[in-house]
């Protein structure tokens, strides 16, 4: 699915038009990528979490036998990590649902 292709599923879903939905979902990535790029993870409760970390340098050789060795340096990369009951329906598998609360007897006065 294409950025035009979201949109147009935004506007059908919540019945507004293409050009709201485009606004609302720019705003969406902008405060995503702004929040982000500031070093604060944004978690969306049963979607998942973004965030960015410090990916590790490391040593590599060009080469089988060869003894010259080059360093990656340490960089920031942004991981997304999704929730369980994103995993859950991308494997077709029903999330459990949400245990409702024993309801309380009346009180009678």
Same mark, same amino acid.
């Given at each position: 699915?294409?950025?035009?292709?979201?949109?147009?599923?935004? =506007?059908? +879903?919540?019945?507004?038009?293409?050009?709201?939905?485009?606004?609302?979902?720019?705003?969406?990535?902008?405060?995503?990528? +702004?929040?982000? =790029?500031?070093?604060? !993870?944004?978690?969306?409760?049963?979607?998942?979490?973004?965030?960015?970390?410090? +990916?590790? /340098?490391?040593?590599?050789?060009? /080469? !089988? /036998?060869?003894? *010259?060795?080059? +360093?990656?340096?340490?960089?920031?990369? *942004? *991981?997304?990590?999704?929730?369980?009951?994103?995993?859950?329906? *991308?494997? /077709?598998? #029903?999330?459990? !649902? #949400?245990? =409702?609360?024993?309801?309380?007897?009346?009180?009678?006065?």
């Amino acid at each position: 699915m294409i950025k035009q292709q979201l949109v147009s599923a935004i =506007a059908k +879903r919540t019945g507004t038009e293409n050009h709201e939905a485009t606004k609302h979902l720019e705003a969406t990535m902008d405060i995503i990528m +702004r929040t982000v =790029a500031n070093g604060e !993870p944004i978690w969306l409760r049963g979607f998942g979490s973004f965030q960015r970390t410090v +990916r590790k /340098g490391k040593v590599v050789r060009s /080469g !089988p /036998g060869l003894k *010259v060795a080059s +360093r990656i340096p340490d960089r920031m990369v *942004v *991981v997304f990590k999704p929730a369980d009951q994103f995993k859950a329906s *991308v494997l /077709g598998q #029903a999330p459990e !649902p #949400a245990q =409702a609360p024993a309801p309380t007897p009346a009180a009678h006065f």
